[in-house]
């Protein structure tokens, strides 16, 4: 229904940053949200934050709150996650996803393809 294409990742040392962009195309006119997600070599895959697209309400999950920011250019369709003082726990592959309304739990979200972020200690 809606195609995301994620970009941004790569290799970076702790403490340094690094910004994802995720781009939007088909179907976003019934999406109001966007997210990203992460899933970590072992674990399950985890909320990171949300925006939505008119407002620009945010959320964003507990462990990434004062180091990343959520944001959006709608005229490009286009989603950013800021990430600042990464840590070695931020190692994961990033996912960007598209609802209709913003939630927590993994279900019910259109996802990206994902691109890896890996912090170096």
């Known amino acids: 229904q809606v195609q995301l294409v994620e970009s941004g990742g790569g290799l970076v040392q702790a403490g340094g940053s690094l910004r994802l962009s995720c781009i939007a195309s088909g179907r976003t006119f019934s999406r109001s949200a966007l997210g990203w997600f992460r899933q970590a070599p072992g674990k399950e895959r985890e909320f990171v934050a949300a925006i939505t697209w008119s407002a620009g309400r945010t959320l964003l999950a507990e462990a990434v709150k004062g180091r990343f920011t959520i944001s959006r250019d709608n005229a490009k369709n286009t989603v950013y996650l800021e990430m600042n003082s990464l840590k070695p726990e931020d190692t994961a592959v990033y996912y960007c996803?598209?609802?209709?309304?913003?939630?927590?739990?993994?279900?019910?979200?259109?996802w990206g393809q994902g691109t890896q972020v890996t912090v170096s200690s």
């Open positions: 996803a598209a609802r209709a309304f913003i939630v927590m739990m993994t279900s019910g979200w259109d």
